[in-house]
Structure formats: structure tokens, C-alpha cells
């Protein structure tokens, strides 16, 4: 999945919590250098890193697993560049998915099985279905709660009573059509996520007048596909 997107600005940083995507195994992170839009005034650079840090701590707080910088300097790679950084997690948080997904060979029918979840969930979205949408939505709600060491049913009791309604503030109003025909599917996570974006990287749930989107990351589990991210 995507950290930071590309952006007009002169210095963009971002950041995000990767709980729910630390595998047991070894990690890969893929850092993509590319040329801006607008010419830099200063010298380009790059910095990533990853940091494993207790739950009040702050993000850069904690102990620094991997990192990588990059700047235009004799021995480093000239921009366009992709370089993989790998770790394997001292600590994985108590994730349910890696025990139970199935590696993924993408076919025609899972794609299709695919397209008729994400449908599903437009749908459900967009009639305000808390009962649907509690059924799509309940492995990754509890998945997000074990990440972070919080009780899963206490988060399903929460998702029930705020999360749903502040879902349907944030949408405004009608959701995009989706162009199911030029849906890009990704492997991911040692092939038992699939990421679906729309052709330009973007999710296919929107609503870009109200700047909504719902990132769609899914998996297969004794034979069924669920949301899983």
C-alpha cells in the first residue's frame, strides 16, 4: 500500500502505524524515488524509516527498526529509483490473518468475487446498511483492534454506536461511480492481501467532492473473500 503519495508541494512527510501489516516473517518496504513535477530549488532527498515504539510513545520515540535516506550523492541511485529495504519484526502484533489466509492466485473468478464485494460494500454505504456493513466490516474491525492490543468485541461495540455514523458524516452525500473495468489488483503481504485501486492508484470508493475515499484490501479465508484491511 501506499505511505506517501506523490505531491505538488516543495517538502511533503507523512506518516502511518503499520500494525496491522507487520508480518511473522521477513518484511519488505519498497521506497520509490521519483522526479517532482515543479524542478527542486534545493537538492532532493529521501528519507524513510521505521520505528517500533510502546503504545504512548511518541512515533519516533521507539526503537528504529529500518530506515533508508537518499540524496544525490556519488554511490546512491540516480532518480527514477525503487530500493527494497527488509526486517524481520522483533514484536508482531497479535494479527489473526497471517495464521488463516490462503496464498492468493489471482484468477478471473476471484476478481469477480472481488468486484461483487466492493459492490456490496458501495452499496451498503450508500443506503446507510449498518446491518451489511457490519457483516463486511467485522474481520477488519477486529483485525484494527488486535493490532493495537484493544479488545475486539469492545471495537465491534464501538464500530456499532460512533464509527458507522461518522463513516456516513465523512461521505456527504452520493459515492463516485466505480469503473470496475479498469480496476488494477495488486498482491501484497506475501500474496494473501490483494490491494484494488482505481487505474490512477486511488480508491475505487469515493466520494471526491466531499474528498471521501475507503482504502480496499482483501483476502481469502477457507475458500470465502473478506475485507481483511
Same mark, same amino acid.
Given at each position: ?5 506523490? %505531491?505538488?508541494?516543495?517538502?511533503? %512527510?507523512?506518516?502511518? %502505524?503499520?500494525?496491522?501489516? /507487520?508480518?511473522? +516473517?521477513?518484511? =519488505? ?16 532527498? $529521501? ?37 527494497? /529495504? ?13 495464521? +488463516? ?12 468475487? /472481488? ?23 467485522? *474481520? ?22 460512533? +464509527?458507522?455514523? %461518522?463513516? *456516513? ?5 452520493? $459515492? ?15 500474496? =494473501?492481501? +490483494? ?20 482504502? $480496499?484490501? *482483501? ?7 473478506? $475485507?481483511?484491511?
Amino acid at each position: 500500500m501506499t505511505i506517501l503519495s506523490e %505531491s505538488k508541494k516543495e517538502n511533503v %512527510s507523512g506518516r502511518m %502505524s503499520m500494525n496491522v501489516w /507487520i508480518l511473522p +516473517v521477513e518484511n =519488505k518496504i519498497k521506497v520509490k524515488g521519483i522526479h517532482k513535477r515543479k524542478k527542486d530549488e534545493s537538492a532532493p532527498y $529521501l528519507t524513510t524509516a521505521l520505528y517500533l515504539a510502546q503504545k504512548e510513545q511518541s512515533y519516533n520515540g521507539g526503537q528504529k527498526i529500518a530506515d533508508f535516506e537518499w540524496g544525490e550523492i556519488e554511490g546512491k541511485p540516480s532518480i527514477p529509483f525503487e530500493q527494497e /529495504i527488509t526486517f524481520i519484526p522483533t514484536e508482531v502484533p497479535p494479527c489473526e490473518l497471517w495464521k +488463516v489466509a490462503e496464498k492468493i492466485q489471482l484468477i478471473e473468478e476471484d476478481k469477480e468475487k /472481488i468486484q461483487k464485494l466492493i459492490t456490496d460494500l458501495h452499496n451498503a454505504l450508500q443506503k446507510k446498511d449498518e446491518k451489511k456493513l457490519l457483516e463486511l466490516m467485522e *474481520f477488519k474491525t477486529k483485525e484494527y483492534a488486535r493490532a493495537y492490543y484493544d479488545s475486539p468485541e469492545e471495537d465491534i461495540k464501538n464500530f456499532k454506536k460512533t +464509527v458507522l455514523e %461518522s463513516i *456516513f458524516q465523512m461521505i456527504g452525500g452520493k $459515492l463516485d461511480k466505480i469503473d470496475f473495468k479498469k480496476l488494477q489488483y495488486q498482491l501484497i503481504s506475501d500474496q =494473501k492481501v +490483494v490491494a484494488v485501486t482505481s487505474q490512477f492508484g486511488s480508491s475505487p470508493i469515493t466520494n471526491k467532492a466531499k474528498g471521501f475515499s475507503m482504502p $480496499l484490501y *482483501f483476502s481469502k479465508i477457507r475458500g470465502e473473500w473478506i $475485507l481483511s484491511r
